[in-house]
């Protein structure tokens, strides 16, 4: 199983990014996804989450801001980012149930 999560960057507050998970090596479809996040010296933390039908969850930090969406037929998860913060400064994770986890994704917000 592979996850491969890329579009991440540095951004000014207020900028928007679009970060993509394409999976590889699992049926996508049955499976729930999700983004979580780690900062410098804390803990990884969800972001957001979206089962196999489509039902969102968001951290309270980011509802309003922040949405994600799945693409079955390109086997891939989005997590697209409005409205940035420097307090969303962190390295972006995609899992697969928490099951499987990709490498992660740097995403820097200036201020």
């Known amino acids: 199983v592979q996850l491969q999560a ?7 507050a207020g900028g928007s990014l679009r970060l993509s998970c394409k999976a ?15 900062a410098p010296g804390k803990e990884r933390d969800m972001v957001a989450t979206i089962t196999s039908g489509g039902s969102t969850n968001y951290a309270d930090s980011v509802k309003g801001r922040f949405i994600i969406s ?11 980012m409005n409205s940035l ?5 962190a390295v972006y994770f995609c899992t697969a149930s928490m099951q499987y986890w990709g490498r992660g994704t740097q995403v820097t917000v200036s201020s």
């Open 6 to 12: 890329s579009g991440g960057g540095l951004v000014q």
């Open 24 to 38: 590889s090596g699992l049926n996508f479809s049955i499976w729930n996804m999700g983004w979580f996040r780690q």
């Open 70 to 80: 799945r693409d079955s037929a390109r086997r891939t998860v989005f997590l697209q």
């Open 85 to 89: 913060e420097p307090e969303d400064t």
